[in-house]
């Protein structure tokens, strides 16, 4: 059974970093892809780091471009996501999600296997 539990983030000043990392079991990183995705209150889960389809390049919205770093440790079977120069916008439940295949557009439908989510809370 596909298991996905995140940890870290937390509540920081505007400017601030904070990391998160995702666990995964039950599978392994090579046969499924992971990314990662937020919601805030009232507003839709969006796509916020992935990578391409060969797995050689990372994407992201361009809302989080530029200051977050998306990375993977196969070997782990982690994901972890990187957040600098964060903003209040960025205020959200982030989630980790994956599904079987090699590669799925950052769209939430796209994606079966959901963590509980990490809090994400940027204070002006």
């Known amino acids: 059974q596909v298991h996905l539990v995140e940890s870290g983030g937390g509540s920081v000043m505007a400017g601030g970093s904070l990391s998160l990392s995702c666990a995964a079991s039950?599978?392994?990183?090579?046969?499924?892809?992971m990314a990662w995705f937020r919601q805030a209150p009232g507003k839709e889960r969006e796509g916020v780091a992935g990578?391409?389809?060969?797995?050689?390049?990372?994407l992201y919205a361009d809302s989080v471009k530029g200051r977050f770093t998306i990375s993977k440790d196969n070997a782990k079977n982690t994901l972890d996501l990187q957040m600098n120069s964060l903003k209040p916008e960025d205020t959200a439940m982030y989630y980790c999600a994956a599904q079987r295949g090699s590669w799925y557009p950052l769209h939430a439908s796209y994606y079966l296997h959901w963590g509980q989510g990490a809090q994400v809370t940027v204070s002006s």
């Open positions: 990578f391409n389809n060969d797995g050689s390049s990372a």
């Open positions: 039950g599978y392994t990183n090579s046969n499924y892809y």
